[in-house]
């Protein structure tokens, strides 16, 4: 059975880090790409990182210069830093297998439309709160 679990989130002031856990189960991670998106309260899904499988890592201007998207196969976990931090990194965060159609230039990249049956697989979250 495929599972994720999502975590390392937590509330932290603005300018802090995090470092969130993806651990997967039931297939091999790094045979696939991985996806993190998250979503605000009364937002929509907003596409955040990705890494192929052969290691690519893809970022969002949002988060551009400011994250790490890395995996670690002998844990079979996926990662990803968040470094100053700001108030609108404040979402709840998921991790899946796959990675949406990108339009890449300049250093970052943009999704079209995320919507939660683009992936086949999803994790529970991990809430991540910036505040002062």
């Known amino acids: 059975e495929v599972q994720l679990v999502e975590s390392g989130g937590g509330l932290v002031q603005p300018g802090g880090s995090l470092r969130l856990s993806c651990a997967a189960s039931?297939?091999?991670?790094?045979?696939?790409?991985m996806t993190w998106v998250r979503q605000a309260p009364g937002k929509e899904l907003e596409w955040v990182s990705s890494?192929?499988?052969?290691?690519?890592?893809y970022y969002a201007e949002s988060v551009k210069d400011r994250s790490t998207i890395s995996r670690d196969n002998a844990k079979n976990t996926l990662y990803l830093q968040l470094n100053r931090l700001k108030t609108e990194d404040t979402a709840m965060y998921y991790c899946?297998?796959?990675?949406?159609?990108?339009?890449?230039?300049?250093?970052?990249?943009?999704?079209?439309?995320?919507?939660?049956?683009?992936?086949?697989?999803w994790g529970q979250g991990t809430q991540v709160t910036v505040s002062s």
């Open positions: 890494i192929n499988s052969g290691g690519t890592p």
């Open positions: 899946a297998k796959d990675k949406p159609p990108l339009y890449c230039s300049g250093g970052y990249c943009k999704s079209g439309v995320i919507r939660g049956d683009m992936f086949g697989n």
């Open positions: 039931g297939f091999t991670l790094s045979s696939y790409a």
